[in-house]
Every structure is written in C-alpha cells, then in structure tokens.
C-alpha cells in the first residue's frame, strides 16, 4: 500500500492447488489410520498444515533431505501404512535413486505429491518443475497422474491411495481454474483418458493444467471454422491407447504439456502412434532444451507458444 507502506496481497478467487491438495489429504486421512504424510522442509508450502495439526502422530518432516523422505515413505508402506511424500517437483529430483531402487523396485505403496509441477513464474529456472513426467514416467511400475483441475486432483489423490504399488500426481502451482470440488472423490480408471471437446479436424491430447490452453486454442479455432477435439489425457503413464488411436483419425494430433518435450509425455504418444503403425501428422508442444527464465506464467506460457493462441497457431500450421 503506497500510502502506509504495509504489504499488501489480494484474495485468489479460487482455491490454490495446494490447498485443495493438503484438504484432500486431510480427509483421505480422517477416513484411513494408514494414511501418513511426510515432507522435506515443505510442510506450509505442500499445504501440509492442517495435516500436521490434526494427525501429528502421523505427520514426518524430515528437513531438508528429500532422499530420507522417499525412504523412509519404502519402510512405511512395508510395514502397511499408506505414505504420501509431497515434495515440490523440482526438489523430487534429489531422490530419483530411492524412488526407483527403495520404492519402484519392491513395488511399495507410496505416492508421490508433486507440487509445483510445470512453471511457477517469478521462483525462475531452479523452482520450475519441468522434468518430473520424465524421471517418473521411465520407471517400471509407476503410474503418473496429471489432473487438469482442482476436482480432478481430489480424485488423484484419493485413486492414488486406492492402487497398490507407486503412483506419482503432479499439479501446479498456484490458482485453481474454479473447479467445484466434488463431495466424495471418484476413483479413476487406470489409463483412461476423457475427452472434453469433440473435433474431427484435429485433436489436442493435453496434460493437466494444459487442457485448460488447449480448450482456449479450440475455441479460438471454432470461430475460424475448425472442429478440434480436446482430450484430458489424466493418465501420463500408462497412456490411453485407444484415445490416441482415435486421435490419429483426425487430420493432426498436438500433445501439450507442460514439461520438457525431451522424454516427456507427448514421445510417449509418438511411441504408441509408432507401435500402432500409425501415419498421423503429430506435433508435441512443451518447454523445449533449454532452462526457462523467471516471469509470469501467463506471459512464460506465451513465449513458449503453450497458451491458447501459441496452440491454435500450432494446429493452424499443421492443417495447412
């Protein structure tokens, strides 16, 4: 405030991620005695608070090590318990080891919050959360979730406890797209993606908060007379097959999301368009090789051709 100099901060219309993350899992919690949550010197910024107040006997914040966050999460789900690592995207990277060798390996029942999964603006290239549908998706037995909303994270979070083995979920930061939240979580059908916008033209495969670009490229499309299907992908492993097969009957497909394209979740759609011999034009879109400044997200995803406009450009070109 210019005339006081106090600081001050406005009110999100909507929910954060991470709040709708940490009340999930409160609930989750009040629901299952197994539920346990562990955090590395994260415990407000992965909305873990409540949490802590209302289950402390079943809260860890290991501090500043992420790699005895991941084991210690093994050696809980071997003796039966439920745990739940949330850990930033960007700091998971420190325990990629314990995740393939103390989880993966022995198949143990740990999920994986990931918050601030993609871009987080102003926290610049040390905080963006860029390569995590990389280093999850290549180990055996993970199954990724990327929920496009706030409602869609409550049902990750509540499938991801249900399934046996690891599961990792990834969501942004920041304000949710206002979502209702639902009052009971669904469980989701492993590998089944939904189709939010039906075209014929081309077809869009987004990834979690990239559905919401990708519905903004269709509309832009519409009104120049192109039909273009939108598909929630939720799953980036394992992926829907038989909705990228339908995909590719359309003129083109573009995957976005919002991650590296170098190992990320559009290759793993060209390599099941390559097992389906199919002939499809495909694109990816993502943050390609190279480290992402700091900035605001709206203008980042600008830049990088990831927003609504940048998308529609994308199918343009292709159906030209």
Known sequence: ????GAARKGRAAHPTYTEVFGAA????????????????????????KTFAREFPARFVDVGIAEEQAVGMAAGLAFGGKKP???????????????MIIDVSLAEANVVFALDRAGLVGDDGPTHHGTFDMVYTRMVPHMRVLAPSDEAELVHALHTALVLPGPVALRYPRG???????PERPEMLVEGRARVVREGDDAALLAFGRMVGQAQAAAELLAAEGMSVRVVDMRWVKPLDEEAIAAAAATGAVVTVEEGVVAGGAGQGVLEVLARQRSRARAITLGIPDAFVTQGPVSQLFADLGLD????AATVRAALA
């Open 308 to 311: 609504g406009e940048g998308i």
């Open 84 to 98: 739940v690592v949330a850990l930033y995207s960007t700091f998971m990277q420190r325990a990629v080891d314990q």
């Open 175 to 181: 304000e949710g797209a206002g979502a209702p939240l």
């Open 1 to 4: 405030d210019i005339a006081t």
């Open 25 to 48: 899992l409160a609930d989750e919690a009040a629901h299952d005695e197994n539920v346990v949550a562990i955090t590395a010197a994260m415990t407000g910024g992965t909305g873990l």
